[in-house]
């Protein structure tokens, strides 16, 4: 379970402390898709960002499975989400000049994993349809194989949650369906906790949880 309690992030400025989230609360087990949608500004990245570990609320809690993440040391933390969590951003973030492979397999070098991690990140390329581009790098890829590659390296420590910021911003509209459907599909097989924060109605309206964020705040508005 991703629980999120009473959680509040102020940002540090010049002027004084500004509010981007006040109070927002929600709850999402395995097998759910949550998209969250708002205005640009409105906070979607940095409430991702802090479902992720990646940035520290101001007040109110964070915990996956029954763990804060916020209170471990910064070791355990980066060992927290380097197995717990993958990310998905709109840019795909993947290395020049490494291959599809040796990118998706970029996480597993961080921590001693177990396993046949190779065959696991051949799989996954195989999954998200690249195994015919499995030596290509990134410039030798177009848009959407990119964020396909993208997708494969977030999954390849098989993490619990799953965090996409606006997967598709970057893509035409066909090629943002088969990724999305992608996303989803792999979501299913996965039993994954799926977020999923886009500009894009067509790729909220196929997760069927629902959040929009405006005023601070959080509001479900469907599942
Ligand atoms: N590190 C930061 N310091 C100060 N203000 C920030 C910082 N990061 C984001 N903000 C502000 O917080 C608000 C929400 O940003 P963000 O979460 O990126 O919104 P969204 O992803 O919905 O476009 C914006 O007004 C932005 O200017
Ligand atoms: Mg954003």
Redesign the pocket.
């Known amino acids: 379970m991703l629980l999120v309690c009473h959680l509040t992030k102020q940002?540090a400025?010049p002027r004084g402390p500004?509010t981007?989230l006040a109070d927002v609360s929600l709850s999402l087990a395995p097998g759910d898709a949550a998209a969250i949608m708002?205005p640009?500004?409105?906070?979607?990245?940095?409430l991702l960002y802090m479902l992720g570990a990646l940035e520290p609320p101001t007040s109110g809690q964070v915990t996956l499975d029954g763990k804060n993440p916020f209170a471990l040391d910064p070791r355990a933390l980066a060992a927290f989400r380097n197995e717990q969590i993958g990310f998905v951003f709109q840019d795909h973030c993947l290395l020049p000049q490494c291959s599809v492979l040796e990118n998706v397999l970029v996480p597993t070098l961080i921590a001693k994993s177990g396993g046949d991690q190779v065959g696991l990140a051949r799989t996954l390329i195989e999954q998200v349809g690249l195994a015919d581009r499995i030596d290509h790098r990134p410039a030798a890829l177009s848009g959407g194989e990119r964020q396909r590659a993208a997708i494969a390296r977030a999954l390849v420590r098989q993490p619990r949650l799953v965090l996409c910021d606006e997967p598709t911003g970057n893509l035409d509209r066909d090629t943002a369906d088969n990724v999305a459907s992608l996303l989803l599909d792999l979501h299913r097989r996965q039993n994954t906790i799926l977020v999923i924060v886009t500009h894009s109605a067509q790729l909220a309206e196929r997760c069927a949880t629902r959040f929009q964020l405006a005023d601070r705040g959080l509001r479900r508005v469907a599942g």
């Open positions: 940002y400025t500004l981007v708002g640009s500004g409105s906070g979607k990245s940095t």
